[in-house]
Nanobody, 122 residues
Framework: VQLQAFGGGLVQPGGSLNLSCVAS????????MGWYRQAPGRQRELVAR???????DYVDSVKGRFTISMDNAKKTVYLQMNKLKPEDTAVYYC?????????????????WGHGTQVTVSS
């Protein structure tokens, strides 16, 4: 299983970016996908998460500005980020939780993608 993230970059405060992450080389069904971020000197935190029944969670600091969505058939998750602030600057990581009901496997198997840098600066 591979996760590839796209869409990071440099944007001015108040601007927008759209991140996407696609899971490939897998036939496992998705339980949920999410975006996490890690700023220098800080712990990685959950930004947004979406389940296969479209239930969503957001960290309070991005509510009303970020929107997560998922195309389950394409195994792709998106993060539309609007009204970006300098404090949103971080490396953003995609994570997928797959359903793996196989003998000897955990019921859910998680995979992380490589990060993509988001920098909000004037």
């Amino acid at each position: 299983v591979q996760l590839q993230a796209f869409g990071g970059g440099l944007v001015q405060p108040g601007g927008s970016l759209n991140l996407s992450c696609v899971a490939s080389a897998t036939t496992f069904d998705i339980n949920s996908m999410g975006w996490y971020r890690q700023a220098p000197g800080r712990q990685r935190e959950l930004v947004a998460r979406i389940t296969n029944d479209d239930s969503t969670d957001y960290v309070d600091s991005v509510k009303g500005r970020f929107t997560i969505s998922m195309d389950n058939a394409k195994k792709t998750v998106y993060l539309q980020m609007n009204k970006l602030k300098p404090e949103d600057t971080a490396v953003y990581y995609c994570k997928a939780d797959f359903i793996t009901p196989f003998p000897g496997w955990a019921p859910i198997t998680s995979t992380w993608g490589h990060g993509t840098q988001v920098t909000v600066s004037s």
